[in-house]
């Protein structure tokens, strides 16, 4: 029970200070979850992202259900969703309360103009935290950056964006280019 506690209050420790969501959260995950827990191996995490990426809904909680499973099965996986969604979901039920009462004024402009870029850079340490370990060889760079010119030039969904890299990596490491 005591590894459950453990999980549940990681989990709400990322929930409540993993402003940005989505991605931004991802570093902070990496960060508890594997060096200063020590429950996960980099490779692991970076198969659960992907995992999380694939399957419906946030990936926070994707993430943080995912990895509660891995540590301690099906009730770690409870604990670290309600961890994770626990301070956030108070957090936006207050702001939805207030905000549009106080979003004329500066200084509520001000603070949200700090931290878009902060986001920003949060996620950017996150994708090069993934990077270090997808990037394998130049198979994989090949893949990423299709993808990422797909994604960001196309305009292609991610859902295409996910099939194709399936499909690139069954063909590039399936045996047909090995």
């Not at 309360?97 to 004024?105: E, V």
């Not at 969904?157 to 590039?172: N, Q, R, T």
Request: hydrophobic share 55%; proline share 3%; with cysteine.
């Amino acid at each position: 029970m005591n590894l459950l506690w453990k999980i549940f209050f990681s989990f709400l420790k990322i929930g409540a200070f993993s402003f940005g969501g989505g991605y931004a959260v991802v570093s902070m995950i990496q960060k508890e979850i594997i060096q200063d827990k020590g429950w996960m191996e980099v490779k692991e995490f970076v198969d659960i992202v992907a995992i999380a990426e694939m399957t419906p809904g946030p990936i926070a909680v994707n993430s943080s259900t995912y990895v509660g499973y891995n540590i301690a099965g099906f009730l770690g996986s409870i604990f670290g969703t309600i961890g994770v969604i626990l301070v956030p979901t108070v957090l936006a039920l207050i702001v939805s309360i207030y905000f549009n009462k106080f979003k004329h004024l500066d200084w509520v402009k001000w603070v949200l103009k700090g931290i878009r870029p902060a986001v920003l850079g949060i996620i950017a340490a996150a994708c090069f935290t993934i990077g270090k370990v997808s990037f394998v060889d130049l198979k994989s760079v090949i893949i990423g950056v299709i993808i990422f010119l797909g994604v960001y030039k196309l305009k292609i969904s991610p859902i295409m964006a996910i099939i194709i890299s399936g499909g690139l990596g069954f063909i590039l490491y399936g045996g047909f280019f090995v």
